[in-house]
């Protein structure tokens, strides 16, 4: 099993920033990639970032390319979304969710693990 646990969210005044912080526990060898996913009240959850297990590869969803970087601390099994320039509509719960399979970076489906989340609310 694998354990995953987000911490870093909060309120932000829009423009501000935060980071969020996955750390992963348990049998993580078989790991391919960490992503974060987000879903707002009333709306789908919808793909933000991913990162590879080796942290050679990143993708970032559109609407966040140029504000969000995830990276990964190896020693810790710790992955970060470093969130900048934030936005009302960045106003959702955050999850982080582990892979291991071979499939799409972009789709929930694809994701074995998840954590429990952690809310992130952006005022305007």
């Known amino acids: 099993q694998v354990q995953l646990v987000e911490s870093g969210g909060g309120l932000v005044q829009a423009g501000g920033s935060l980071r969020l912080s996955c750390a992963a526990s348990g049998r993580t060898f078989s790991s391919r990639a960490i992503g974060w996913f987000r879903q707002a009240p009333g709306k789908e959850r919808e793909f933000v970032a991913a990162?590879?297990?080796?942290?050679?590869?990143?993708y970032y969803a559109d609407s966040v390319k140029g504000r969000f970087t995830i990276s990964r601390d190896n020693a810790n099994n710790t992955v970060y979304l470093q969130m900048n320039s934030l936005k009302p509509e960045d106003t959702a719960v955050y999850y982080c969710?582990?892979?291991?399979?071979?499939?799409?970076?972009?789709?929930?489906?694809?994701?074995?693990?998840w954590g429990q989340g952690t809310q992130v609310t952006v005022s305007s």
């Open positions: 969710a582990l892979k291991t399979g071979r499939g799409s970076y972009y789709y929930a489906q694809e994701y074995d693990y």
């Open positions: 990162i590879t297990w080796s942290g050679e590869n990143t």
